[in-house]
């Protein structure tokens, strides 16, 4: 299966110490050899880097690996493809606009039958992926309940966690989405976080013999949220999200947590 990683802080923050540790995985200390992506936001907007090679041997994952990307939410992705060929199209983090701005949306697992979930447009599948559908089918669902951003956003948060449990009733649905504001996740198996704030310390990555000493990168009064399918750091408090575990993170903190249904 593939990996995730995400992050969430209240100060733009720079991702290149986890990429390192997490372009390991593409293809060294791990398998996740079939591309790999990375999208981080701008207010509404993102970028997007994208390759369908091993991201330890891409010479695109060794430019965004070493240009410190400064942002406050960032999402990444490596590939072991299951569904859909190795190609820039199946390729993750997946971008819509919805209320003029960027939704992200990656994805770790497998889904089975997902396509009794009818998509009408306007959002449509480039490429052939359970993943790629089951984003597309999602923010139809979103679009048509709330053709305007509702004014209480807990009420968005209460509906988008309802459609990520349909969604994790066809099978493994490890998943990440982003609407420029709020990270949502939704663990199916397996998903890890740990909450960065002062006082900080130096931590070291466990796919790299590299370390970084958070005090001098770090404000006294930044905080950060940091998702991993496997953890990325062997000196820091990880904790594992149960089966059925939603959250939702805004600026460095954990601001809603829904159980299993």
């Known amino acids: 299966m593939c990996e995730l990683l995400?992050?969430?802080?209240?100060?733009?923050?720079?991702?290149?110490?986890?990429?390192?540790?997490?372009?390991?995985?593409?293809?060294t200390t791990g398998p996740h050899k079939d591309g790999w992506g990375i999208s981080f936001y701008e207010g509404r907007a993102c970028h997007v880097f994208k390759d369908t090679l091993p991201s330890v041997s891409s010479a695109m994952a060794r430019f965004v690996e070493t240009h410190p990307i400064h942002s406050e939410t960032i999402l990444a992705h490596i590939r072991l493809a299951n569904r859909g060929r190795v190609?820039?199209?199946?390729?993750?983090?997946?971008?819509?606009?919805?209320?003029?701005?960027?939704?992200?949306?990656?994805?770790?697992?497998?889904?089975?039958?997902?396509?009794?979930?009818a998509l009408n447009g306007p959002f449509l599948p480039v490429g052939n992926t359970d993943s790629e559908y089951a984003f597309c089918w999602l923010m139809e669902q979103i679009a048509a309940r709330f053709p305007?951003?509702?004014?209480?956003?807990?009420?968005?948060?209460?509906?988008?966690s309802e459609q990520l449990h349909i969604l994790s009733s066809f099978g493994v649905f490890n998943a990440i989405?982003?609407?420029?504001?709020?990270?949502?996740?939704?663990?199916?198996?397996?998903?890890?976080?740990?909450?960065r704030q002062s006082p900080f310390e130096e931590i070291h990555l466990v796919d790299s013999d590299l370390s970084l000493d958070l005090s001098t990168h770090l404000t006294a009064d930044a905080k950060a949220v940091i998702l991993a399918t496997v953890p990325l750091t062997r000196n820091e408090c990880w904790t594992a999200l149960k089966k059925g575990e939603q959250l939702v993170m805004e600026k460095g903190e954990i601001v809603a947590r829904f159980e299993a249904e």
Request: glycine share 8%; net charge positive.
């Open 87 to 117: 190609h820039l199209e199946n390729t993750h983090p997946f971008v819509r606009e919805l209320w003029g701005r960027h939704w992200t949306f990656m994805h770790n697992g497998q889904l089975k039958g997902e396509r009794q979930l």
């Open 6 to 27: 995400a992050m969430s802080a209240n100060v733009p923050v720079d991702a290149c110490f986890h990429l390192t540790g997490l372009f390991k995985r593409g293809g």
């Open 148 to 160: 305007k951003p509702p004014r209480q956003s807990k009420t968005l948060w209460r509906f988008i």
């Open 177 to 195: 989405l982003c609407d420029s504001t709020y990270l949502y996740v939704n663990c199916s198996t397996k998903l890890s976080y740990c909450v």
